[in-house]
């Protein structure tokens, strides 16, 4: 991070804590609508997860493996041969640091265009206008602002009884780095993290076992979208086992063993060379001080309360992005980091959180927006469904990409359009156009 100048006892309008896709979104808007504005990051890069250890790095090794994928399964049916195939794993995960440098180095600009300070270190609350910087190098300095934006994010969690030694038993963080494919990974939880880093690793070669505590991969998307996932990625050569309870990973040299429930009480395990934990991802408030202005979090997900306007109980403090409620998609962090800076103007910003997508980057590829058919079911909403296979559409037989489905939900009586389901080629570029028809 290229820190602007050394700064003592600045004021600003404005101070961000948390540079990830809500903190940066959030310094920048608040810097165009004419605010003095400061963001506290206390890695070297800025970005956060999604740039640094998240969706951007995960997405370039998508995009790799899926080209090493089709050089290997797909080219020969289009007539296309290839000799000596191989792999460079360097040059693989070369590639993706590059990318995230480049993403990373472009807030630096957009930073420095907008006039925003930067600063590098672990903001602290003294007070509610008050914020103590702790620098690497171990100084402190104080810098105050009328208001504060939280924005600290979240971080892989784990389970109780499972020990992450980041090197066998790996989060998502290490699995972005690793050097070899692993020969067998197993994975822990069937969302939508373990499932892209799966894809990855599966399509370079590994072996992947899922273990699944819910009866369903992504358990909470639309269910026939999981269904036809596990479905399709079964064929790939997966292996799943939803409905059972992980209960254990232990190393041993370079293998790894873990041990499972089935439904029936059954005691499973398997035995790897990795084991991925990707059971969800926790709020990060760690080092915030939270208690020093009264703010206490949620015990389970701790989470930062907000009302309405993304304001904590302490007038001027807001909290936006993975650290609240809802969605954890940089995207809904980044629509928040707006709202907030607007508000603070006393503009009148709108999110409708209902039309916040959500994507899968597996292969095929799975999108979604609105109400899925359990949640209209709970809600006792009538409506209908309408299906199409891509079997049937000529365009995804010219591709050979003929898996899944477009789902469409509309209400029985007016024909409003509830929900679009998606799974298949390009599901994440068309679930756009889905948002669009359903906001207007
Ligand atoms: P974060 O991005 O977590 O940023 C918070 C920042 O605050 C961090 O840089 C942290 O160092 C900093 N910080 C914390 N405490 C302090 C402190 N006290 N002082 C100073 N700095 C502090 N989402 C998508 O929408 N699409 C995807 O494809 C996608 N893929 C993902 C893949 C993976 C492997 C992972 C892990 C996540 C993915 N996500 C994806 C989720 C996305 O990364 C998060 O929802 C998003 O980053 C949340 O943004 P945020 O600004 O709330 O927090």
């Given at each position: 991070m290229q820190l602007l100048k050394e700064h003592s006892a600045m004021q600003y309008d404005v101070i961000v804590i948390g540079s990830g896709p809500g903190g940066y979104v959030a310094a920048i808007r608040c810097a165009q609508l004419g605010l003095k504005t400061a963001c506290i990051e206390k890695y070297a890069t800025y970005g956060g997860t999604c740039l640094n250890v998240g969706c951007i790095p995960s997405k370039a090794l998508l995009d790799s493996s899926e080209h090493y994928y089709n050089a290997s399964h797909a080219f020969k049916t289009h007539g296309i041969n290839l000799d000596n195939l191989s792999l460079d794993m360097a040059q693989l995960m070369k590639r993706k640091t590059e990318v995230v440098a480049k993403n990373t180095g472009g807030i630096t600009f957009l930073f420095k265009k907008n006039k925003i300070d930067g600063y590098q270190g672990i903001g602290s609350f003294k007070d509610k206008n008050t914020i103590s910087i702790k620098k690497p190098d171990g100084t402190e300095q104080e810098i105050t602002g009328k208001n504060i934006i939280i924005a600290t994010g979240s971080k892989p969690s784990s389970l109780p009884f499972i020990q992450i030694d980041k090197k066998r038993i790996i989060t998502s963080t290490e699995a972005l780095t690793l050097t070899e494919v692993p020969k067998h990974l197993i994975l822990i939880g069937g969302g939508v993290i373990g499932l892209e880093l799966g894809s990855v690793y599966s399509r370079l070669g590994a072996k992947v076992s899922v273990i699944e505590f819910m009866d369903s991969i992504i358990p909470t998307m639309d269910r026939g979208l999981g269904k036809e996932l596990q479905k399709v990625l079964s064929k790939q050569g997966r292996e799943f086992y939803t409905g059972h309870k992980g209960t254990g990973a232990t190393v041993k040299g370079k293998e790894v063993t873990v041990t499972f429930d089935a439904p029936n009480g059954d005691k499973k395990e398997l035995k790897g060379d990795y084991c991925l934990v990707a059971v969800g991802r926790i709020a990060y408030t760690d080092g915030l001080g939270l208690d020093k202005i009264g703010l206490t979090v949620e015990e389970r997900g701790r989470k930062i309360t907000v009302n309405d306007h993304l304001e904590t109980s302490v007038k001027g403090v807001y909290a936006i992005g993975d650290v609240i409620k809802g969605a954890m998609l940089a995207h809904k962090a980044e629509d928040e980091g707006t709202f907030v800076a607007e508000s603070i103007v006393g503009q009148k910003p709108h999110i409708n959180?209902?039309?916040?997508p959500g994507v899968v980057y597996t292969w095929p590829e799975v999108a979604a927006v609105g109400q899925t058919e359990e949640q209209l079911k709970a809600a006792n909403v009538k409506y209908k469904t309408g299906s199409f296979p891509f079997r049937a559409s000529g365009r995804a037989v010219a591709s050979g990409d003929m898996d899944g489905f477009v789902k469409v939900l509309a209400d029985?009586?007016?024909?409003?359009?509830l929900g679009v389901h998606i799974i298949g080629p390009r599901a994440a570029d068309m679930i756009a156009e889905a948002v669009c028809a359903m906001e207007f």
């Open positions: 959180y209902n039309l916040i029985a009586a007016t024909d409003e359009i």
